[in-house]
Each structure stands twice: as C-alpha cells, then as structure tokens.
T-cell receptor, first 112, second 118 residues
Framework: QKEVEQDPGPLSVPEGAIVSLNCTYS??????FMWYRQYSRKGPELLMY????GNKEDGRFTAQVDKSSKYISLFIRDSQPSDSATYLC????????????FGQGTRLTINP | NAGVTQTPKFQVLKTGQSMTLQCAQD?????MYWYRQDPGMGLRLIYY???????DKGEVPNGYNVSRLNKREFSLRLESAAPSQTSVYFC?????????????????FGPGTRLLVL
C-alpha cells in the first residue's frame, strides 16, 4: 500500500464550480502537507502548504488537513479554465521540505 | 535568475545506451533532487543531495547514478538504459539553509527531461 493515495481522475467540471481534491495517507508521522500544481509539460510548483491539522485559505484556494482521519483536501472556488492542471499532494515528516512523499496526482479540467 | 534548468528537454535512447541528464540551479540552494514521474505513479525520488559533497538514495535508485559536481550542478546518469526507464525526469532544489516551511520554503522544480528508451 502506498503511503499517500490520491485519485488520479481525470476530473472534469464546468467553469465556476467548486472543486474538491483529496488525499489520504497512512503514516501518522507526516506533519507538513502541501499541494503542488503542474501544468502540462511543466514542472510542479507549490500552491499551498499547511502544518498539522486545520485550514488555510489563499484567494480561491483552501487547504484542509484532518490528521485524525489522515485526510487532506484542496478546495477551489469559482474554478477557472486556467486552473486546468494536475494537482499533486505531498507530505513531509521533517520541519523542512527535505523528503517529500507525493500522491499520484489528479488531472483536473475546467470546461468554459 | 533562471531557477532550475535541465538538459536535454527530450532524448531517445536505445536499450543499453548510456546518457547523463544535467541539472543546474542558480538560487544558491543547498539541496538538490532527482525524481521520475510516470503515469499513475506520481513523483518518485531517485536520488538526492542534501548538501554539496553528499548524495543519498531515494525510493527508486536502481539503474541510476548521480554526481553533485558543485553546489550548482547535480547530474543523473543512466549507465545502461532499459525500457523501464522511459519516464519524465525532474530535478528540484531546496534552500535547506534554515529548515522550515514558515517562509514558504519548498522544492523548486525544473521543466523536466522526457526520456524514451526503445
């Protein structure tokens, strides 16, 4: 069993919809949780990060961590075609981002 | 400031051929990484270098070697390529000087090298 599980999709939604992306994990030692966005034929770039449990909001994006359930989510409000990308969750045990464990990535398409 | 650069962008090899993937960063970062990305598998760590002069194996090191040439450059070598090494390879770097995500410290990724082994 993988340490981090993420539904690869693909997920296709109409413009303006609320999108929910999720990951589950098995290792309770993970403390830092990240979401990366990867456009086609590009490298991943950091979108959101959170420490321990709780929510974090940045514009249209909200990251949520539930450590008791070993479950993290990324919500995108008022989704735009420019949000079409692959979204990867990543987790780390240590204080820095030295050793990241990635989910499989979810491919998201926002239809105009 | 170019960030993380990788060469080549695309390469086709025959089984048994060797090649070196090059990576360089101009951000004065301490740590560097090599990942491979395959459909449905996410990013898997091949090797990493926490600082100049050190290298360590990641999750999938078999069939690869690395060299941290200096603080800027970290190369990945395939000595005898196999079709199973067909993948997209990403290099990444991390400041690493003061651990902590409070400042948004994260791994910065290059644009990737697409490798096809026939």
């Amino acid at each position: 069993q993988k340490e981090v599980e993420q539904d690869p999709g693909p997920l296709s939604v109409p413009e303006g919809a609320i999108v929910s992306l999720n990951c589950t994990y098995s290792n309770s030692a993970f403390q830092y949780f990240m979401w990366y966005r990867q456009y086609s034929r590009k490298g991943p770039e950091l979108l959101m990060y959170t420490y321990s449990s709780g929510n974090k909001e940045d514009g249209r994006f909200t990251a949520q961590v539930d450590k008791s359930s070993k479950y993290i989510s990324l919500f995108i409000r008022d989704s735009q075609p420019s949000d079409s990308a692959t979204y990867l969750c990543a987790m780390s045990r240590d204080q820095g981002a030295q050793k990241l464990v990635f989910g499989q990535g979810t491919r998201l398409t926002i239809n105009p | 400031n170019a960030g993380v650069t990788q060469t080549p962008k695309f390469q086709v090899l025959k089984t048994g051929q060797s090649m070196t993937l090059q990576c360089a960063q101009d951000m004065n970062h301490n740590s560097m990484y090599w990942y491979r990305q395959d459909p449905g598998m996410g990013l898997r760590l091949i090797y990493y270098s926490a600082s100049e002069g050190t290298t360590d194996k990641g999750e999938v090191p078999n069939g690869y070697n690395v060299s941290r040439l200096n603080k800027r450059e970290f190369s990945l070598r395939l000595e005898s390529a196999a079709p199973s090494q067909t993948s997209v390879y990403f290099c990444a770097s991390l400041p690493g000087a003061r651990p902590g995500l409070a400042g948004g410290e994260t791994q910065y990724f290059g644009p990737g090298t697409r490798l096809l082994v026939l």
